[in-house]
Structure formats: structure tokens, C-alpha cells
């Protein structure tokens, strides 16, 4: 269940893109200061605290409290909804190339069926997952996981064989020196956010420790595993990327693309066609899929298992016949929908696909610090806290040393991931601006939830009254009206029909009506358990 959450083929394909054969070096040194440390921290994190269920959460509030534990819980389950609406876009991709055989996605579809389509993968997925039971999501993850990592093994094995038999490599020259950086500047500073989106992620796996026969003990060694599959993975597959594609010339939409290049571009070499790319298409469908319910089973539980109620609106904490807090679904829904209708904005399906993986390299990132910072309390702390039976470094000094070099890296590359890494002139400035607005917008609605169960609680359970609701619309309306209307000028909106430029107005304001709607009516209709707020 843990690997499809840490590491796929396409994040191979995404540091390729933006650092050719350097992505080699870098993945080197990143397995040793980072991915290794990674892991080991979680396994010890979920070694100390392995009867608790929250995960990330549930170590916040046990290390900080329930306040640093409430925001280390919306934080990390918000930021992880950019990655929800990429995984669906990628599953999207992978039925173009399915039904078309080929990566021109734009043509087929257009902006508006792209959305129209993803919208519809998560939001079935956010409905049903609640139906998957632990056991039906590890077949699931088990099939999409092993899956990819079969296929990306057999890559690596054509890629040698082919080699070996006097097949060209593309990228030229192909010597020690295509494998180092030649500027080391902020803009190739920014490339590796995508470096930590891509290895991070073991910790979600922490909320299913107590289902392990012994969760102390066989968790680290998941970890250990999961490690050496991402060292094998990354390493050999972006060599074998090298020789499939030409470093310093790479396409345009590779990110989107690339992995289904390289497959039919090794199916092709073998003899075999399209074959081995319509293998992969359906291996990345299911891998995308599994990816999508564990991530959305996984987030909802850390967000939800063990946060503190008196922090939450009352509507959040509603749950229906089932015990499912059916108000969290329907706010995953809108925000979704919200993040996917701000990408809409951009030109073109590709430039979409790259905005929202730069996203997830700002704010997948910071979330992460998240992690580190409770690592670090517990090793300050160490005699508050129950001995592990996995310990990560014993010397508490050196395991602080250790957090504190985690943490500042892993917040100085989320800092620099705000450059857009992929942006062209046109479409830089709206990129940088998404890049602020929407990390921003997490951190107030974040600040906002505490803020609303509080007047709900002073205000006899309704948080505003209807001149509130009223001014709250309103302002967002013009808002919204504004900057909608500038993403038309900047994007292919701005050629179609106008009843497709007002029907995306439209349908982003009823987006925002509903959550505006969903925290300012009365907390108390529905509520459960009204003894436990």
C-alpha cells in the first residue's frame, strides 16, 4: 500500500524533464541525505506511536498538542488535494492514449472535457472510496503497485539488453560530465520541490500500522523495503531514460507524456509496436486509481481520526448512518473541483498538468516539515515518550542534528518551488501568481475552521447570520468575476464560445457559494453526536 503512495515510473519522468542526466546525480545524493533519513524517521515515528491512528496527526498532537495538531492535520489532508486532482488527470492520460493511441490529448478532449472528465474520476472516487475496506485497498495497491514496479524493472532490463546488442544511445555526449550540473542557480534549485513530491508520502501508510501483526516492529522494515525499491527505481530508470531520449532535447509535454513515449519508443525497438505502451497505459489507469483511493482513504483518516473537535466547524464533524463524515466529502469535492477550474485557466491541457505538478513541489513540501518537526520533539524529549522498538540514530544530539537538517532543507526547497519551473512567457506570470494565491488561500481556510467553531460555539451553533452570508457571496462574486475574466485574456478560454467563458464564471462561483454555504448555515441540523463538540 505505502509504495504506490511514495514513488511511480512518471516521478522518474518528471525530474528527467527538468534536470536531463543531472537527475542522476541528483537522485544519488538525494537517496542518501534525504530519502534514507526520510523513511528511517517514519519508521521510528511510527515505531514510538504505533497504537495511535492519526498518523502525522496523531505524532503532532502527542509531540506539540491539539492546536499544532489540528493545523499539522488540515495542513497536510489540504495539501495533498492538488495531488488527488493530478492523479486523476494522469488517469484521464492514460485513457487518451488508450483510446487514441497517442498523447494529443488537446485535440480530442480540449480544456473543457479535460475538466469535465477528471472532475468526474474524483469526484466518484471521493464517493465510493469510503466503500473500500482496508483489505479491498491492499489487493488494489498491491496490483497497481507491483504492477509499475514490474514494468519499470522491465524497462531498465530492455534498456541493458538493447545496449548490449549495439542499439544508439540519444542523449550525446553520454560521459561522466552530461551527469553534473553546469549552473548551480536558484532556478535549478527550484527543480528539486519535485524531488521531495516524489519520495515523499511513506508516512500515510502510518494510520494502517495497527493492522500489522506487529506494527513496531514490521513497519520499519516496510520502510527499509520501500527505500531500496526508490534507490533502484530512480537511478536506473532515469539512466535508461538517457538512452531513450535525447537529454538536451526533450518534448514539451514530457511530463505528461513522457512515460508512454518511452514504452512505445522500447516497444518499437523490440518489434512489438504500440504493445508494451498499451500495456503500460493500463498499468498506469490501475496504478493511478489505487494511488487515488489510498491517498483519499489515508488523508481522510489522518485528518479526521485524530484531530481535536473543538477546532473543527460542527458541519465537518457530521456523520451519516455509515459513521462517515459526509460534509468532509463534500468539502474534498469542492476544493477539488475549485483547484482544477483556478488550472483551467491556463492555455492548454499540458500547461495544466505541469501548473499542478509544481503545486504539489510547493506544497507537498511544507507539509512534509510537518513530519520533521514532530521527529524533532521527540528526540528533545526522548523521556517523555515511549522507547521505540525501531530507534532511528540512538544519540538524541545526532537524531536532532538530523531533524534539523531534514527540516531546513525540505522548507528551503518548498520556498524556491514557487518559481514556475515550466512556465513560458506567456504563461509565467499566471503560474507564479497561482503558485501564491493557492498555498495562501489553504493557510487562511486552515485559520478559518477554528475561527468559525468558535463563533458557532459563542453563536448557539450558527456561525453568521444571512447579512454575513450575503456580504461573504457577494464579495466573492466580484472577486471571482475578475479573476476569471483575466484568465480569459490569458488563455484559450479567451477564443471560445460565450456561453463557455460565462459558464466557467458560473460554475467556479457556485463552487465557492457552496463552501461559503456549507460553514455558514446552523451546525446543528444533522449533527450526530452533539455530546462530543
Not at 464 to 475: M, P, R
Not at 503 to 523: A, E, H, K, M, Y
Request: proline share 4%; glycine share 10%.
Amino acid at each position: 500500500m505505502d509504495f504506490v503512495t511514495v514513488i511511480g515510473f512518471d516521478d522518474i519522468i518528471y525530474n528527467f524533464q527538468n534536470q536531463g542526466l543531472v537527475a542522476v546525480t541528483s537522485w544519488v545524493l538525494m537517496t542518501f541525505f534525504y530519502v534514507i533519513p526520510y523513511n528511517l524517521i517514519v519508521a521510528h515515528m511510527g515505531s514510538t506511536f504505533s497504537e495511535l491512528g492519526g498518523g502525522i496527526t496523531s505524532w503532532m498532537r502527542q509531540t506539540n498538542g491539539d492546536t499544532v495538531g489540528y493545523f499539522a492535520a488540515w495542513f497536510y489532508w489540504i495539501t495533498g488535494l492538488p495531488y488527488v486532482v493530478d492523479v486523476a488527470n494522469s488517469v484521464v492520460i492514460s485513457l487518451g492514449w488508450i483510446l487514441n493511441g497517442n498523447g494529443d490529448i488537446q485535440s480530442h478532449m480540449g480544456n473543457a472535457w479535460f475538466g469535465i472528465t477528471t472532475a468526474v474520476i474524483f469526484v466518484v472516487f471521493i464517493w465510493i472510496q469510503h466503500l473500500f475496506k482496508n483489505k479491498s485497498l491492499e489487493v488494489m495497491s498491491t496490483i497497481g503497485g507491483g504492477a509499475m514496479f514490474i514494468m519499470t524493472v522491465l524497462f531498465v532490463i530492455m534498456t541493458i539488453i538493447g545496449l548490449s546488442s549495439g542499439n544508439p544511445i540519444k542523449t550525446q555526449p553520454f560521459d561522466f560530465k552530461a551527469f553534473l550540473p553546469k549552473h548551480v542557480d536558484p532556478a535549478f534549485l527550484s527543480t528539486f520541490g519535485l524531488f521531495v513530491f516524489a519520495m515523499n508520502g511513506s508516512e500515510l501508510a502510518a494510520p494502517y500500522t495497527a493492522d500489522m501483526k506487529h506494527p513496531s516492529r514490521d513497519f520499519p522494515k516496510a520502510l527499509k523495503m520501500i527505500a531500496i525499491m526508490t534507490m533502484f527505481l530512480t537511478l536506473f530508470g532515469t539512466f535508461s531514460l538517457g538512452v531513450y531520449f535525447n537529454a538536451h532535447h526533450l518534448p514539451n509535454d514530457l511530463k505528461m507524456n513522457g512515460s508512454y513515449y518511452a514504452f512505445q519508443a522500447i516497444g518499437k525497438q523490440f518489434g512489438v509496436g504500440n504493445g508494451l505502451m498499451y500495456l503500460f497505459a493500463a498499468v498506469q489507469g490501475i496504478y493511478m486509481l489505487a494511488q487515488l483511493a489510498v491517498i483519499l482513504d489515508a488523508s481522510t483518516r489522518v485528518f479526521l481520526s485524530d484531530v481535536a473537535k473543538r477546532f473543527m466547524p460542527r458541519q465537518l464533524t457530521k456523520k451519516n448512518a455509515d459513521g462517515l463524515p459526509i460534509n468532509g466529502y463534500w468539502l474534498t469535492t469542492i476544493l477539488c473541483a475549485l483547484i482544477m477550474a483556478l488550472g483551467g485557466m491556463l492555455p492548454r491541457i499540458n500547461d495544466i498538468f505541469n501548473w499542478l505538478l509544481n503545486l504539489n513541489g510547493i506544497v507537498s513540501p511544507f507539509s512534509t516539515c510537518f513530519l520533521f518537526w514532530s521527529f524533532l520533539m521527540v528526540r528533545l524529549h526522548s523521556d517523555r515518550f515511549p522507547k521505540p522498538d525501531y530507534t532511528f540514530i540512538k544519540s538524541d544530539k545526532l537524531g536532532v542534528i538530523v531533524g534539523a537538517w531534514m527540516l531546513g532543507v525540505t522548507f528551503l526547497l518548498a520556498v524556491l518551488g514557487f518559481f514556475p519551473t515550466d512556465a513560458n512567457q506567456s504563461t509565467f506570470a499566471m503560474m507564479l501568481t497561482l503558485n501564491i494565491v493557492v498555498p495562501i488561500g489553504m493557510v487562511v481556510l486552515g485559520f478559518m475552521m477554528p475561527w468559525i467553531a468558535k463563533r458557532q460555539a459563542n453563536g448557539n451553533g450558527l456561525a453568521f447570520g444571512k447579512t454575513a452570508w450575503w456580504v461573504f457571496t457577494l464579495v466573492m462574486g466580484i472577486g471571482l468575476i475578475g479573476l476569471v475574466s483575466y484568465g480569459m485574456s490569458t488563455s484559450i478560454v479567451a477564443h471560445a464560445a460565450p456561453w463557455l467563458k460565462w459558464g466557467s464564471i458560473i460554475v467556479v462561483d457556485l463552487i465557492l457559494l457552496g463552501l461559503t454555504n456549507l460553514f455558514t448555515r446552523n451546525g446543528r441540523h444533522g449533527i450526530a453526536d452533539t455530546a462530543d463538540i
